[in-house]
């Protein structure tokens, strides 16, 4: 799979009664809000967001009239999608396929596209689209139980196969739709910057996906991994992201109480887990101020609102104001 997967992708409006080719996605710049079509019958925008191999894509579509949409995929894909906003379903299918799906609203599908041209059709109305390109190594299922559907998606992929493979129908639970939602508010109000902490959260979901499949096999309530995995979390999220790291938000994307988090990592390192996301948050900042940046930016850098509830923190865990420490260097 192509990393930039819809930078070769085209989009065709069939309005029965002509057809018009819209701006090719080749020309999309990552991370910006793109109008891929507006007319009094249809309007398309786009959102397009990529790091490493993850990307991701919302199309905000009104229509008037029945349409369909056309896409010509160039290089097989596998994706996860959401239907987040609209009153109906989108009918899809694959040219010389004799089944259409129904993708209901809220709900979510995984799916693969090989080389081919996938038609959707929308009913008067607006809808939300949200979708994400699949990394195949986190996909790695084996065989686990009550995943065969997912199973036989990536493994179309693998294999190229010629046909549409496609599992509809899981319910967008509402931690993942408050997920998406984040995203989507980030995306409105700063369109143009393409921030570590709105592709993050795409991460986040893309682990949701594998929580899911080591909750089927049992793996997922083994407390060293519950632990593992938020250990894994908070150093990731602090060392790549501006914001504050709540042990609340990691608890909530493992599917655990913040408590009960609290207690296997007390259990299993012998101190709580604030203690672990304090002491990486105290590495974050040693390094920016070894950067020589200033306390004002190194502030801003490791999530806190004022300067004094930094210098506090900075010289509770380690004796030193961050002046003294800068001075030390």
């Known amino acids: ?34 109008r891929l079509l507006s007319n009094n019958q249809i309007s398309i925008y786009e959102e397009y967001l990529k790091t490493g191999n993850l990307e991701s894509y919302s199309y905000a579509i009104e ?17 996860l999608l959401y239907h987040l906003d609209g009153r109906k379903p989108i009918q899809y299918q694959q040219p010389h396929i004799q089944a259409t799906f129904s993708f209901r609203p809220f709900h979510g599908a995984f799916f693969y596209a090989p080389k081919t041209v996938i038609s959707l059709h929308f009913e008067p109305g607006k809808y939300h689209i949200q979708g994400f390109t699949l990394p195949l190594d986190l996909l790695d ?9 997912l199973d036989e998606v990536v493994g179309a992929h693998r294999q190229q196969q010629p046909q549409y493979r496609v599992s509809l129908d899981f319910e967008a639970m509402e931690h993942t739709r408050r997920i998406l939602g984040e995203l989507t508010k980030e995306l409105l109000t700063k369109p143009l910057i393409p921030k570590l902490c709105i592709l993050k959260k795409i991460q ?4 949701l996906i594998k929580d899911k499949m080591l909750r089927a096999k049992g793996l997922l309530r083994h407390p060293d991994l519950i632990v593992q995995l938020a ?6 999220r602090i060392a790549e992201t501006d914001g504050p790291v709540l042990i609340i938000h990691i608890a909530e994307s493992l599917f655990v109480e913040s408590q009960y988090l609290n207690y296997l990592h007390k259990e299993r390192y012998g101190v709580p887990i ?16 070894g950067q020589k940046l200033s306390i004002k930016i190194t502030t801003s850098r490791c999530g806190f609102s004022d300067q ?22």
């Open 63 to 79: 229509v008037s009239t029945a349409t369909h949409i056309c896409f010509e995929i160039l290089s097989p894909q596998t994706h």
């Open 141 to 149: 299922l084996n065989g686990l139980s009550g995943f065969d559907y």
């Open 1 to 34: 799979m192509q990393t930039e997967s819809f930078r070769l992708i085209e989009a065709e409006m069939d309005f029965v009664s002509k057809s018009t080719l819209t701006k090719s996605f080749i020309h999309r710049l990552p991370g910006s809000r793109t």
């Open 274 to 289: 604030t203690h672990y996301s304090n002491q990486e948050l105290l590495k974050k900042a040693k390094h920016c101020l």
């Open 204 to 207: 986040e979901l893309l682990y």
């Open 308 to 329: 004094s509830s930094f210098c506090h923190f900075f010289k509770r865990h380690t004796g030193q104001t961050p002046s003294a420490y800068i001075r030390s260097l």
């Open 231 to 236: 250990r894994e979390l908070i150093g990731s």
